[in-house]
């Protein structure tokens, strides 16, 4: 570029960007963001309400924790206790074995769980007929609707000793029966494969949105260049909804501490809670069955405290080598 030319770049750009009414041309206060683009906002109200009455408001109930709770004198009227409560689950000897098993349960789902959305979500954007795609998105969404109740009923209709179809099968074939519900080694595949049915399709619609967002035009020039679908996928999609494979990540990382109440509470049972009792059934058993909220509630703030860490950590992790994080 001549120097005359470079002049001439720099005197419009000046001209362009010069203060309007003392302020800088592209920078506004946050009211006026607001304002242009208030739909935007009012969209989000429900959402916000939603948040602050189910997750900001209930954060009171955290001082619980440190008090003999008494429902008759209410939580101000309890007396304090300090950290009596964290001593006396840290000393339970059920403690150590729903760590173990939360720890467990939750990175058996993220190596096992979490990839096969993604998967999913690549091989479905290569399918070239639009109905046959629409119909197997909804295939594999349908289950996520379904209730754990309705899912571990079905899993002891397939699985139950007495009458199940499986064993029934293998009676038929000459087998002996075998009691799939009460041994230890097969919980963890029966409870792994019935969240893949079930959580796949979420992820997929989550993955899927994000290949969308793909330029077709990076397609259509692999083509030119001779790149097949697989090339494609590797070089080029996945490579775009590379952020949100990593957001995704972080956020099952920082839920470590949840392993899934829902669907551990609905297939345990006492046989095998060396392998499946984990925080949240045990916080379930001392709090609600056994009336001890204090320490329920000293349970939930432990495992609120190490996910945040966690979640944390991961992001600092996963933003120095890859140079993406949830923060952007």
Request: some cysteine; hydrophobic content about 50%.
């Amino acid at each position: 570029m001549s120097e005359k030319a470079r002049d001439a770049a720099e005197e419009t750009f000046a001209t362009d960007n010069q203060p309007k009414n003392g302020k800088p041309r592209g920078k506004t206060t946050l009211w006026r963001r607001i304002l242009n683009h208030w739909q935007m906002y009012v969209m989000m109200i429900p959402v916000v309400v939603f948040f602050l009455i189910f997750c900001y408001f209930p954060m009171y109930g955290i001082v619980i924790a440190f008090k003999e709770y008494y429902p008759t004198r209410g939580i101000l009227g309890s007396p304090w206790v300090g950290v009596d409560h964290f001593e006396w689950i840290f000393n339970a000897p059920e403690f150590a074995r729903a760590l173990r098993n939360t720890v467990v349960i939750s990175l058996l789902k993220l190596v096992c769980c979490f990839p096969v959305p993604v998967i999913l979500a690549l091989l479905l954007n290569e399918v070239p007929f639009l109905r046959f795609k629409k119909a197997i998105q909804t295939a594999v969404y349908l289950p996520y609707f379904i209730s754990w109740v309705i899912i571990s009923s079905t899993i002891y209709t397939l699985l139950s000793v007495n009458g199940g179809v499986i064993n029934n099968v293998l009676m038929a074939l000459g087998l002996d029966r075998v009691n799939f519900l009460t041994n230890s080694a097969y919980f963890y595949p029966i409870l792994i494969l019935a969240e893949i049915w079930k959580g796949a399709g979420w992820g997929t619609v989550i993955y899927i949105s994000a290949i969308s967002g793909v330029n077709p035009e990076l397609y259509e020039a692999a083509t030119l260049d001779g790149c097949g679908r697989f090339r494609k996928m590797r070089y080029i999609t996945l490579p775009c909804i590379m952020p949100i494979i990593v957001v995704m990540f972080i956020l099952q990382v920082g839920n470590i501490m949840n392993a899934g109440f829902d669907s551990i509470f609905n297939l345990y049972n006492p046989a095998i809670y060396d392998v499946s009792d984990i925080l949240d059934t045990y916080a379930y058993r001392i709090g609600i069955s056994q009336g001890l909220v204090e320490r329920g509630a000293a349970l939930g703030l432990f495992k609120t405290i190490i996910n945040f860490v966690l979640l944390l950590g991961a992001n600092f992790i996963v933003k120095k080598f890859n140079g993406t994080g949830i923060y952007g």
